[in-house]
């Protein structure tokens, strides 16, 4: 019932370009709700709990993640929110360097 | 003898004179009476014709006239013809004249209602579709570049969608839409998104009231034209401002604008029209047509609550009250409704559960990435059995679920964890084995399954699981169906799911009713077993 551009007043650009489907955001719960529209209260709601992904935060609001990415770009400017890239897997290095490295290295002694 | 007869013949003389005399002045006096009379009579002849040039010059055409603004007709021009039955006849002509014009007028108004109705039914059915095909779009696209085109069309849509539904209500159709019970906040703003300067309206006072679902599109409906009607007849640097108000019997949504407000005569024209008590006539309101308040007054009067314009805003402008009485209001819990699972006591602790999506179709499943923090939990945290769960026997599944299937075996592939299915002998009529999907609906492939000799977790990569084709179902049949009884929220229920349970039943008669007349064909209850 409530169009996306009423959610976002207009805005389609998120103010910040820090957001993708996996980005971790995390409320502070010390901030105060007070004049902010509905959907940014739940995603306060939603994140008080503990973190949660971008794409969960759409999926419980539903609303598109473009849409979501200017809401939670606002939530972060305005303190309330703040967003966290999700731990990278281990990053191994490749087997083809490590055999350089060694050869480089047994060639030099 | 001579002197007796002259004498005779003067005084015959006298006589005839006398009686030519007589007879002169009577005839006279007769002649001046018939022109009198004839004086008379012509005036009255000339008064009837006038009396009839009257009746097609002025009163004929009032009672034309009288239909778009009714008014006392003009009567007799001659005061001395009433009562006559010259004018009796003329009052017949009347009748008979009036009657023929509301005839023709009605039905000029019927077959323009029908026509208007069915194109804008047409013209509203193709917004909707555009405005679901919009959506999809701003689901699938995630550049901004696009949804901000995306959005400008959506609002294009959506005011287009507003003015056919207008029209449609006005020649008597429904708005055309069935909604759940909504706040009222959310009343506003679903309006606020059905106009075009919607950025200007600022909605304060946030309440806790909702309403109720059969009123929820009407009071949309009527709160965008109120809010139109706001916000352009005021400066577009100006500001409309909304307010909500809880009131003792209802609810208030307050609408003032800082614009030209309106004189005495617009006010009451707008009262008559938002009574709801006269019948809307969709040929007269004007060029260009006015439809805002005759569509609110409409919806007014059909849903039972009311608006009012007759107050001067603070700002200057107008203020429109639109009151919805307390049997129109309801309160949502937001826990009940299908799609806002968040609410749910577990749906905000993600990093140590599951993230549950027990209420919510998993519409983003492709969407939904791992979240890698979850593998690294050291062995998941027995899932808080949740007790506060709107749908009791949803709230029991998850408990019996728990109780059977330990921490460490919680990782298994859903058709594994499910619990027993109901015992054969209690015919369920809502076989709702268990929420299963809640271990894993979003597909992840890798699951905690236990722990090494340091403590670390193992992760075992889940091998396809081949869910039973009637998997979906079963397990979303503990999902849907209710019914909330306060604000009749039905869970969704999907097509397929639906096709499937009756396709279900009908096999089960078709058996029931084979095995029991083949086996007992003298047993004459056939559907015994059904």
């Not at chain 2, 949740?386 to 949803?394: D, L, T, V």
Request: aromatic letters at 4%; a neutral charge.
């Amino acid at each position: 019932m409530v169009r996306p551009y009423v959610v976002t007043d207009g805005r389609a650009y998120p103010t910040r370009n820090t957001f993708d489907l996996v980005t971790l955001v995390m409320a502070h719960p010390d901030r105060p709700l007070t004049g902010l529209s509905p959907e940014k209260r739940r995603v306060m709601e939603l994140c008080l709990g503990g973190a949660l992904s971008v794409a969960e935060v759409c999926g419980y609001l539903e609303l598109p993640v473009s849409v979501t990415k200017v809401l939670l770009g606002d939530l972060v400017d305005s303190g309330h929110i703040s967003a966290r890239a999700p731990i990278p897997p281990a990053e191994l290095p490749e087997v083809q360097l490590l055999q350089e490295v060694l050869d480089g290295l047994r060639a030099r002694l | 003898m001579t002197d007796h007869i002259s004498e005779a013949v003067s005084w015959c003389l006298a006589a005839a004179l006398l009686v030519v005399l007589v007879l002169l002045i009577r005839q006279r006096q007769i002649t001046a009476g018939v022109r009198r009379r004839n004086a008379t009579l012509e005036e009255s002849l000339r008064a009837r014709d006038e009396e009839v040039r009257h009746l097609v010059d002025v009163r004929l055409p009032s009672i034309a006239d009288a239909l778009s603004q009714p008014g006392p007709l003009p009567g007799l021009r001659d005061e001395k013809l009433a009562g006559t039955a010259f004018a009796q006849s003329l009052h017949a002509v009347m009748e008979q004249f009036t009657r023929a014009v509301d005839k023709a007028q009605s039905r000029a108004d019927a077959s323009a209602k029908a026509a208007l109705k069915a194109s804008m039914r047409a013209v509203q059915g193709l917004a909707n579709e555009q405005q679901v095909s919009i959506s999809e779009m701003q689901e699938r696209h995630d550049n901004p570049d696009v949804l901000r085109d995306l959005l400008e069309i959506d609002h294009a849509n959506a005011q287009f969608g507003r003015r056919a539904q207008a029209i449609a209500v006005l020649c008597g159709s429904w708005p055309g839409r069935q909604r759940l019970a909504s706040s009222l906040t959310d009343v506003v703003r679903g309006a606020k998104s059905r106009i075009r300067d919607y950025q200007r309206v600022q909605v304060h006072a946030l309440i806790d009231v909702a309403v109720v679902s059969r009123v929820v599109e009407p009071a949309v409906l009527a709160v965008a034209e109120l809010l139109d009607n706001a916000a352009r007849h005021s400066q577009p640097n100006t500001s409309v401002e909304v307010s909500l108000q809880p009131v003792h019997n209802g609810a208030c949504i307050v609408i003032d604008d800082a614009g030209v407000g309106m004189d005495g005569l617009e006010v009451q024209r707008a009262a008559g029209l938002l009574s709801g008590q006269r019948a809307v006539d969709v040929v007269r309101l004007g060029d260009p047509p006015q439809f805002g308040f005759a569509v609110v007054g409409l919806l007014a009067g059909r849903y039972g609550f009311s608006v009012s314009v007759d107050t001067r805003s603070p700002y200057g402008g107008v203020r429109a009250v639109l009151f919805l009485p307390t049997e129109l209001l309801t309160h949502v819990d937001p826990d009940a409704r299908p799609g806002t699972a968040g609410q749910d006591p577990e749906g905000a602790e993600p990093l140590h559960t599951l993230p549950s999506r027990r209420t919510r179709p998993p519409r983003r499943a492709p969407h939904a990435p791992t979240v890698p923090a979850q593998a690294q939990e050291p062995s998941p945290i027995p899932r808080r059995a949740p007790a506060q769960s709107p749908i009791p026997h949803q709230a029991q599944a998850p408990a019996a679920h728990q109780a059977q299937s330990p921490a460490a075996h919680q990782a298994q592939a859903p058709h594994q964890a499910q619990p027993p299915a109901p015992a054969p002998a209690a015919p369920a009529p809502e076989p709702a084995p268990a929420p299963a999907p809640q271990l894993s609906p979003d597909g992840e492939g890798t699951r905690v399954y236990g722990t090494t000799a340091g403590g670390l977790p193992k992760r075992r990569r889940r091998e396809a699981a081949a869910t039973p084709p009637s998997g979906d179902w079963t397990t979303g049949a503990g999902q849907t169906g209710a019914a909330d009884p306060d604000t009749g929220a039905f869970r969704a229920r999907s097509a397929k799911e639906t096709a499937s349970r009756m396709g279900a039943f009908a096999r089960g008669t078709r058996s029931g009713r084979s095995a029991t007349q083949d086996s007992a064909a003298h047993h004459d209850e056939g559907n015994r077993q059904a």
